[in-house]
């Protein structure tokens, strides 16, 4: 069974770090694209970050570009998201979730259950 | 990055169709066949429902259904059940490793 488990989460104050990671199973990890979307709280789906299986290609929405940086551990079957500078607007819930190809073209075929992150002081 | 552009809300009677429109610019869904749909209901993780425009995951019904013209992609959903209530969410690459999601449209059964 494809699994995706995030962790990290939780309440932290502006301007502070924080990294999710995300552990999966149930399927070849390194060889799929790999993302992370967010969703604050009674909003709709934002994407946030996408690593490609060799991690040559990497994209991030201009609300987190120079903030967050994505990046993917084939050996740990592992994704993390390290976010710096956090602001009270990036409160959502993050999903990580696999592509269906290397490449990240965008067709997310497998979602984790999401993590909290409360950005307040 | 201004997202696809969705109706905010949609309805039909069960058994009836309903499309779903979500309109994006010459620079995503119209030029990319990366357009896929999500259905998410309350608490739960989104689900894709349509990828590459047209193509259905494996345990998708039938009865949901992708199609693009131009810079609109749209999402029809036939002979509606009362389960189908949910929200929808339409995604498209946007070059240079990008996605954008649309605002998402809330499906009622009525």
């Known amino acids: 069974e494809v699994q995706l488990v995030e962790s990290g989460g939780g309440l932290v104050q502006p301007g502070r770090s924080l990294r999710l990671s995300c552990a999966a199973s149930?399927?070849?990890?390194?060889?799929?694209?790999m993302h992370w979307v967010r969703q604050a709280p009674g909003k709709g789906l934002e994407w946030v970050s996408s690593l490609s299986w060799n991690t040559n290609s990497v994209g991030y929405a201009d609300s987190v570009e120079g903030r967050f940086t994505i990046s993917r551990d084939n050996v740990q079957n592992s994704l993390y998201l390290q976010m710096n500078s956090l602001r009270p607007e990036d409160t959502a819930l993050y999903y990580c979730?696999?592509?269906?190809?290397?490449?990240?073209?965008?067709?997310?075929?497998?979602w984790g259950q999401g993590i909290l992150v409360v950005v307040s002081s | 990055q201004s997202a696809l552009t969705q109706p905010p809300s949609a309805s039909g009677s069960p058994g009836q169709s309903v499309t779903i429109s979500c309109t994006g610019t010459?620079?995503?869904?119209?030029?990319?066949?990366?357009v896929s749909w999500y259905q998410q209901h309350p608490g739960n993780a989104p689900k894709l429902m349509i990828y590459?425009?047209?193509k259905r995951p494996s345990g998708v019904p039938d009865r949901f259904s992708g199609s693009k013209s131009g810079n609109t992609a749209s999402l029809t959903v036939s002979g509606l059940q009362a389960e189908d209530e949910a929200d929808y969410y339409c995604?498209?690459?946007?070059?240079?490793?990008?996605?954008?999601f649309g605002g998402g449209t809330k499906l009622t059964v009525l």
């Open positions: 979730a696999k592509d269906s190809g290397g490449y990240g073209s965008g067709s997310l075929d497998c």
């Open positions: 010459s620079g995503d869904v119209g030029l990319y066949n990366h």
């Open positions: 590459e425009v047209i």
């Open positions: 149930g399927f070849n990890f390194d060889v799929f694209a």
């Open positions: 995604s498209s690459y946007a070059g240079t490793n990008k996605l954008i």
